[in-house]
């Protein structure tokens, strides 16, 4: 036992199936925090749960133990549990980093606190630096000697198993963590990676592994396939996608000059390889979901996008798919609600956010839009 805490805000899928199992499974003891009282009970009540990792090799299942947790509307209790941690861990989605912002505030300033870092381990850019910013507006200052690294994590988690706290994951992940901005000793936790250019691995993560999986979600849905397995594996889709991996690897392979486009073309067919492999079946629903924040200016599809179009690469197979999403009206899409109330209110353009820039790019959405 290594007698070190991580307390982890959102005891959902990444929190018990990424966060909780890489640093229970270390010997660190895991307090989670959430706002769901039943799972909060459950968890105090097991006091362990069960992660089945599921990969070409099988299946097979391992016990986190040292387990417990706090219910996120008993402030006071949630704020010693945050104090008494040597890290502290989000995985309760970009949205809610607000509020749980104060609650890790007034941890920090705790007489005694022992926090070292704190981790947002949300799929947005950035994610810590957004927590911290949340966090300096809950309190006076930040406290000196606390490091907030930005984060990557990628772990396909479709869910729970149905079976109580278990949770059923791929076998494959990506924990990574800016080295610059971490205070103090590495954790000696495997999986858990410090790395000097992150900046990279992000943009690579954000567009060769999130951008095909809701380019898939996307088409996928638009012809009536019901897993992201199916829409990868349908010789159509599979096309564009393809199409998009050479496109992405060129964008990058040009941006950090160190990288070959061979090499990110590799990483991205080896994750569409995953994708169509069905060792767990993904919803295309599930992946489609927040499409509003998807088809932002500067996310997965619409990023690589634009800068593709700027440097003279293929963008139709992008093109295809960022329609794609825009034509949801699919009331199984979770957030559909909030792309169709942007539609209606200022239109595509307004969702994706070009520039007079962007212009070519502009009339070729709007040709496959009219047409």
């Not at 690294?149 to 990574?176: N, Y």
């Not at 060129?250 to 486009?261: I, K, M, P, Q, Y």
């Not at 919803?283 to 996008?305: C, F, I, S, T, Y």
């Not at 992008?318 to 009206?329: E, F, H, K, N, T």
């Amino acid at each position: 036992m290594t007698g070190r805490r991580v307390t982890v805000f959102g005891a959902g899928n990444i929190g018990r199936g990424l966060i909780g199992w890489l640093f229970g499974r270390a010997g660190w003891e895991v307090v989670f925090v959430d706002i769901s009282q039943e799972l909060v009970d459950l968890l105090n009540r097991e006091g362990s749960y069960r992660v089945v990792e599921v990969g070409h090799g099988g299946r097979s299942t391992e016990t986190i133990g040292r387990v417990s947790a706090v219910s996120g509307t008993d402030t006071d209790r949630a704020v010693r549990a945050t104090a008494s941690a040597d890290l502290v861990c989000t995985a309760v989605g970009s949205g809610a980093l607000g509020k749980v912002a104060p609650v890790i505030a007034a941890a920090l300033r705790k007489d005694g606190s022992r926090v070292g870092n704190v981790l947002a381990c949300e799929n947005s850019d950035p994610n810590t630096a957004l927590l911290r910013d949340h966090i300096s507006g809950a309190s006076s200052a930040v406290p000196p000697g606390v490091g907030f690294p930005e984060t990557m994590v990628d772990r396909l988690v479709p869910g729970s198993t149905g079976e109580g706290l278990t949770v059923e994951v791929e076998s494959a992940f990506d924990f990574k963590i800016a080295e610059e901005a971490w205070v103090g000793e590495p954790p000696g936790v495997e999986g858990f990676e410090l790395v000097p250019d992150l900046v990279l691995h992000r943009k690579k993560k954000l567009w060769l592994v999130n951008g095909l999986h809701a380019g898939a979600a996307f088409l996928g849905l638009a012809v009536g396939h019901d897993s992201i397995a199916e829409a990868v594996s349908d010789p159509t889709i599979r096309t564009r996608l393809d199409e998009m991996v050479g496109t992405m690897a060129g964008v990058l392979a040009t941006e950090f000059g160190h990288r070959s486009d061979a090499e990110l073309s590799g990483y991205g067919r080896s994750n569409l390889e995953r994708f169509a492999g069905g060792a767990l079946t993904d919803p295309v629903r599930r992946v489609a979901r927040n499409p509003l924040l998807k088809l932002g200016p500067d996310e997965r599809l619409v990023g690589p996008a634009r800068e593709a179009a700027r440097m003279g690469l293929p963008t139709g197979a992008l093109c295809d798919a960022i329609v794609a999403g825009l034509s949801l009206d699919d009331p199984g899409v979770p957030g559909i609600d909030k792309l169709l109330d942007a539609l209606a209110g200022g239109g595509w353009q307004s969702v994706v956010g070009l520039d007079p820039a962007d212009g070519p790019l502009l009339r070729m959405l709007e040709q496959r839009i009219d047409g």
